[in-house]
């Protein structure tokens, strides 16, 4: 589902070393080895996304503004935890390491014009981090050169509206048991993809897919709603209450969702955190109960889905979604989109309980 309009990336990337401590500019298509444990296994294979505003100071300086990332660096330090071994656990970056690592890679020389143009554009900005194994290896053992490498780009647009969808109870995103689907590792998005082409056997248009829990051997209608495919889902409902899945061992815990929520309730709309089994969803669906289905994630903060297809095991539909554009709750929720980023600004409020961190650099 993701698609950019206007994306630039910078021209240095950041290594980071974490036996060393030791922090390196590279060129932006500097490569890893062909022979390392993360290409091959997937091993110290974890990333983050990390949206951010760079503006100019009264001083004639540049100002780093990010909301929630304190969020974004735990997530990170929990994926770095995850692909390490016991006897590593020492190498996990602190929040504050994090910290002051991008923010030197900001501060960079070879970084300033980039950012400069950026500010001019008030484009919408994107830190990936992510981890490698740095040495070239074929064992299957936890990486010995762990590093932790960085790229920065910035874009016009998000185009995520309109956009249909699939559920897919074939598939499922990660397994609880194993702590994976709560981490931003490579293998899910994997599973994300593959199930987008199967949505796409059922509705060619779909650009998207909706998972359903890890119970595939549980009674169809009794399992819940997790994620679609790389985001965050909220249900807005015809009675005008949202609907936020609780996050588990399957949900990615969204920074974005946290914030979106945040903001929601701050204009008063009722948002409900709790799980919804697909045969209820479908009920509702028949019912003409649900307004829309929220995408939510970092590139694209919030987009609507206009239609979802719920099929059975063997792909026959069981009911038909379609967003309904003229309830109350439709156009606020396109609306906070803008509100959102609007905060990195300073041209809406920080909501009760998040935070917004500016530095200049």
């Given amino acids: 589902m993701a698609q950019f309009e206007g994306i630039h990336w910078a021209t240095k990337q950041m290594q980071y070393r974490l036996n060393e401590k030791q922090l390196n500019i590279l060129d932006g298509d500097s490569k890893v080895f062909a022979v390392s444990r993360s290409i091959h296994y997937g091993l110290f294979l ?22 929630n990332w304190h969020k974004n660096l735990e997530r990170f330090q929990q994926g770095i935890a995850f692909n390490l071994g016991s006897a590593q656990q020492a190498l996990v970056p602190t929040q504050e390491e994090l910290v002051r690592l991008f923010l030197d ?37 936890f990486p010995s050169q762990p590093a932790i490498r960085a790229v920065v780009c910035r874009y016009d647009q998000y185009l995520g509206e309109p956009f249909s969808g699939v559920v897919i109870p074939k598939m499922v995103r990660a397994i609880g048991l194993n702590q994976t689907g709560r981490l931003k590792l490579g293998i899910n998005y994997l599973m994300s993809v593959k199930a987008i082409d199967q949505a796409k056997k059922v509705l060619p248009e779909a650009a998207s897919a909706l998972f359903l829990d890890d119970n595939p051997f549980q009674n169809l209608l009794d399992r819940k709603l997790t994620e679609w495919d790389s985001s965050c889902c909220l249900i807005a409902l015809s009675d005008s209450t949202i609907i936020k899945i609780p996050e588990s061992n399957l949900i990615l815990p969204s920074v974005t969702i946290q914030g979106i929520v945040a903001i929601l309730k701050q204009q008063g709309v009722t948002v409900i955190e709790r799980d919804i089994t697909y045969g209820e969803f479908i009920e509702k669906a028949k019912a003409n109960q649900i307004v829309t289905i929220g995408s939510v994630g970092t590139a694209g903060i919030l987009n609507r889905c206009q239609k979802l297809v719920m099929i059975d095991y063997d792909e026959h539909i069981l009911a038909e979604h379609l967003a309904n554009e003229k309830h109350e709750l439709y156009r606020p929720l396109g609306e ?22 500016k530095y200049e650099i």
């Fill in 105 to 141: 890679y900001f501060r960079q020389p070879t970084m300033h014009t980039f950012l400069k143009e950026m500010a001019e554009k008030q484009a919408q900005g994107y830190l990936r981090p992510f981890t490698v194994d740095e040495e070239q290896s074929i064992g299957v053992t």
């Fill in 336 to 357: 906070i989109k803008k509100i959102y980023w609007d905060i990195y600004q300073g041209r809406a409020p920080v909501p009760p309980g998040m935070r917004l961190d």
């Fill in 46 to 67: 974890a990333f983050e996304g990390i949206r951010f505003f760079c503006q100019k100071t009264t001083r004639g300086g540049l100002e780093i503004v990010f909301f």
